[in-house]
């Protein structure tokens, strides 16, 4: 019985239905179901699936993202009795992130949240055009393990230095790790400021993020 | 005439992309949405010019919904026509439906060396180099700010970066890199001085502006304020989406051509209504996300077919178009740099883009190669010839020769041929050797293009800005400075 809902919440997850999984994730409480459960043998597979076929080139970006969603979707149903049960995910690690002050430039950054939230990081978009204090304010609220500055002008990437300045003045380094990403940004920029991760893209800032936690 | 400038003039190819009813049926959609949907525009100061102007301004969301009535009747102020100046005025750069001009690409910031190879973060220096190499180069009409000057300060660096290039090209200048109103007024001070004065700026625009939509269907607030000044003292203002489908547009090419529409003209619009008869241009590089790193493209058929419709979309409005073409994602000056970068200049070469964009950078426009650049001239002097088409008359059907030949023999003795043959195209890239020449040294186009870049680098002096002039420059970015 319940086998059958694992495999139409891991289609759900395939087809990147919101709606559906959203449905289904209501229908495992009515029934009972543990919500872990739920979340572990069905929905995760479907995550798991899409990850593969993406990695094979068979799935693209935005299956990926509509993926992610649907996972979210679910995932907001079940958690109040997650909490009720004193059950919770086991996160990969805690992640904020945004565009840094001046800059408005927002689908990179989007994207890098997205495929952290799928890939299991527990994420904390503080959105664009982000003064710099903003950051080291919430990762020290969340206890963040990884901060993300996004830049897509010349002029704005500066903004990424003071970001970890800022981190080191309010005492959160080096626990708090730095990611940097945006079209301007290079390795030798992110050495140079002293960014432990740096990607090209949202897949590999997935990696980076994980490197960084060590897993 | 397009003066020194090796201009793509008169030409006689075209290509039918988008029919007229295409054409109407893109704008109605893109009104429907600037009504309904609405653009955002993050400025104060933009809200208020619209909301005098009739349109309804949500000032919590910034969301601007104008009516389709106020959109043309704004359009029809903007005028079709106008030249950009240039410091040398036989470099001139006619706007007039006739013309396509050549410009480089913006703005990297990375720059592979000509003499070592290697790759470095790019600076005020590598401005002032890739204005000169400009200035060399007869295919290139106007240079776009193509590098960002890393080692200046962020509040100034624009400035250093239009200082660099006047320092050393007497061409056109057209930067994307200026994006608040404070940064603005100092660029339209430097342009003044260069001209000779704000009323000889205004008959001789020496600077153009490109400011970059917020896709999808947003704005800058600073890059519309910036525009805002520069339309009010006469230099050409346009602005670019580039939008991408499947990421900031729908997947389907017409869906992203509306959204990208919409940023553009209601930008526009906002210049003629704050400015009557502004010139303003249309701008455009869209294309595709890239299905497997959300990264952008860089070429691709879909970016090719975005550069031959946008100047459809610019005709319909009755302005200039400034079209991103060239622009390769390609890493190398290579088989797939040459493939995109002769596909985008044809393509929008066939509907007579008044400006392309794009030459001489890699990597999605990050990263400046010098050898990519002279290669870039090549591919646009091919464009360039085939543009001219095929002339039918009676001297080019050459019958006398073709008597005097017969059955047999040959040309090459011809009068005609003597008279005729420098049209043809000559390559300077193109490998045309016997095998057994090549086989020597192996050699070809980027090393040729090399060393053409190192030549030009090493010995090209351009017409020396006046040092009042260049000092006025130097005063105006360190009181910009100061003030910071």
Known sequence: MSEELFNAMRQSIIDGEAEEAEALAHQALEQGLDPLEAINQGYVAGVNYVGAQFGCGEMFLPDLVLAGEAMKAAVLVLEPEMQRRGTERQMLGKVVLGTVKGDIHEIGKTLVATMLSASGFEVHDLGVDVPVAKFAEKAREVNADIVGVSALLTTTMVGQKDVIEALADMGLRPNVKVMVGGAPVTRSWAEEIGAEGYSEDAIGAVAEAKRLMGV | ?484
């Open chain 2, 1 to 484: 005439m397009a003066g020194k400038i090796k201009a793509i003039s008169n030409p006689r190819l075209s290509l039918n992309v988008l029919s007229d009813e295409d054409v109407q049926r893109i704008h109605t959609a893109t009104l429907d949405i600037i009504e309904t949907v609405g653009v955002r525009f993050p400025s104060e100061k933009a809200l208020d010019i619209w909301e005098t102007n009739g349109a309804t301004v949500d000032r919590q969301t910034m969301v601007v919904k104008a009516p389709g009535r106020l959109i043309e009747d704004a359009l029809k102020k903007a005028p079709p026509a106008y030249t950009l100046a240039a410091r040398d005025p036989a470099r001139d750069l006619p706007l007039d439906g006739k013309h396509v001009f050549l410009g480089t690409d913006g703005c990297g910031v990375e720059v592979i060396d000509p003499f070592t190879g290697e790759r470095h973060r790019s600076s005020k220096q590598d401005a002032a180099d890739c204005a000169r190499v400009a200035d060399a180069l007869d295919e290139i009409g106007f240079w776009w700010a193509m590098i960002s000057a890393q080692d200046c300060p962020p509040e100034s660096r624009s400035l250093h970066e239009l200082e660099a290039a006047w320092l050393n090209t007497t061409k056109h200048l057209q930067t994307e890199s200026i994006v608040n109103d404070r940064e603005m007024r100092a660029a339209v001070e430097m342009a003044a001085i260069i001209a000779g004065g704000r009323d000889m700026l205004r008959k001789r625009p020496v600077l153009s502006i490109m400011q970059c939509t917020a896709c999808p269907l947003g704005h800058d607030g600073g890059s519309i304020e910036a525009g805002l000044v520069a339309a009010e003292v006469g230099l050409p203002v346009g602005y670019m989406t580039m939008t991408s489908c499947a990421s900031t547009a729908p997947a389907t090419m017409a869906g992203n051509l509306v959204v990208g529409n919409a940023e553009v003209i209601s930008a526009l619009v906002l210049m003629q209504l704050a400015h009557p008869g502004a010139p303003v241009y249309y701008a455009a590089a869209q294309t595709v996300m890239d299905l497997r790193t959300g990264g952008y493209t860089g070429g691709g058929p879909e970016d090719y077919l975005f550069g031959a419709a946008s100047n459809v979309l610019a005709d319909f409005y009755n302005v200039p178009l400034s079209m991103g073409a060239f622009a390769t994602g390609a890493k190398e000056p290579d088989w797939q740099a040459a493939v995109d970068n002769s596909f985008s200049s044809f393509m929008a070469s066939l509907t007579g883009s008044d400006m392309l964009l794009g030459c001489g950078l890699l990597h999605g426009s990050r990263i400046l190669s010098y050898e990519m650049m002279v290669m870039d001239c090549e591919i646009y002097s091919i464009v360039r010839k085939m543009m001219d088409g095929i002339v039918v008359n009676d001297d080019t059907l050459a019958l006398d020769a073709i008597r005097a030949v017969g059955p047999g023999g040959n040309f090459l003795a011809q009068k005609h041929t003597k008279q005729h043959m420098r049209q043809l195209w000559q390559p300077r890239l193109i490998d045309r050797r016997p095998y057994e020449v090549w086989e020597q040294k192996r050699d070809g186009a980027r090393d040729w293009a090399r060393e053409k870049a190192q030549d030009i680098l090493k010995n090209h002096q351009p017409d020396p800005l006046d040092p009042k002039l260049a000092a006025e420059l130097a005063r105006i970015i360190a009181d910009v400075e100061r003030n910071a």
